[in-house]
């Protein structure tokens, strides 16, 4: 005879099982509706037929400068301040 966590334990398993199948189906089928919402000419929820009005061309900005590096590096040698002496010695 089973106990009642064992008979429990089932259920969850049963529960989980079709919360999972049913995003599943879900899933698949937000993916047709929004296939055949952007096949059908709509977009972004917009009624067919409406009318858009466009504005101003879009702009890039400026572009980036580039420079030339500096022959020599700022600092030749890296020296630190403070020297430890080496473990163990």
């Known amino acids: 005879m ?5 008979v429990r334990q089932g259920r969850v398993k049963v529960f989980a ?4 199948g ?3 189906v879900a899933m698949g089928a937000l993916s047709v509706a929004l296939h055949e919402e952007q ?7 917009v009624a067919t037929g409406a009318t858009f009005i466009q504005g101003g061309g879009m ?3 400026d572009t980036a400068t ?3 590096p500096p ?7 890296a020296v630190p301040p403070v020297k430890a002496k080496p473990f163990g010695g």
């Open 66 to 68: 580039t420079t030339t």
């Open 39 to 45: 096949a059908s000419g709509a977009s972004g929820g």
């Open 17 to 20: 099982a079709i919360i999972g």
């Open 59 to 61: 702009t890039l900005g």
């Open 22 to 24: 049913s995003a599943v």
């Open 71 to 77: 022959a020599a590096p700022a600092t030749p040698v």
């Open 2 to 6: 089973k106990s009642n966590q064992q």
